[in-house]
């Protein structure tokens, strides 16, 4: 098997927006991925809530990852929850090949019409060589 070059991704964003005094918005998003020789993983969440003129608030979440091995193993999963007061997604993925391993796991909750986070947390690893790790973390308040 050739040498691989570790090369961890992460992309974060944060962004809220008020459209007047009574109307505001905000969106949220981070992701990452990680690489080491024949293994790949990917997570990525978003979120969003804006609270309209009238006081009516609506919320959206998504997330998803994805995990391939060429010779070895490789999962990934995405749990959802949701009740009126909070929304919840958490995503996690991995792969491994003997000792090399490639994981990526985020995180994201939107407090309806309140407080949008995010983290998304990488590390890939190749045997006789360090781990590379990348946190990312994000937040939005909206102001009431």
């Not at 974060?12 to 998003?29: D, F, H, K, M, V």
């Not at 997604?89 to 309806?112: I, L, Y």
């Amino acid at each position: 098997m050739g040498s691989y070059v570790l090369r961890p991704l992460v992309l974060a964003a944060g962004l809220a927006l008020a459209t007047s005094a009574y109307a505001q918005s905000g969106t949220i998003g981070s992701g990452g991925s990680s690489a080491a020789g024949g293994t790949s993983a990917t997570t990525l969440g978003t979120g969003g809530s804006s609270v309209g003129a009238d006081g009516s608030v609506g919320s959206s979440i998504g997330s998803g990852g994805s995990a391939a091995a060429v010779d070895g193993k490789a999962q990934s999963r995405t749990k959802l929850h949701a009740n009126p007061n909070n929304l919840m997604g958490q995503s996690k993925a991995q792969a491994h090949d003997g000792g090399t391993f490639s994981k990526s796991q985020t995180k994201t909750q939107v407090k309806p019409g309140d407080e949008l986070r995010t983290r998304t947390k990488t590390m890939a690893h190749e045997p006789r060589s360090k781990p590379v790790k990348s946190t990312t973390r994000n937040s939005v308040e909206l102001g009431q």
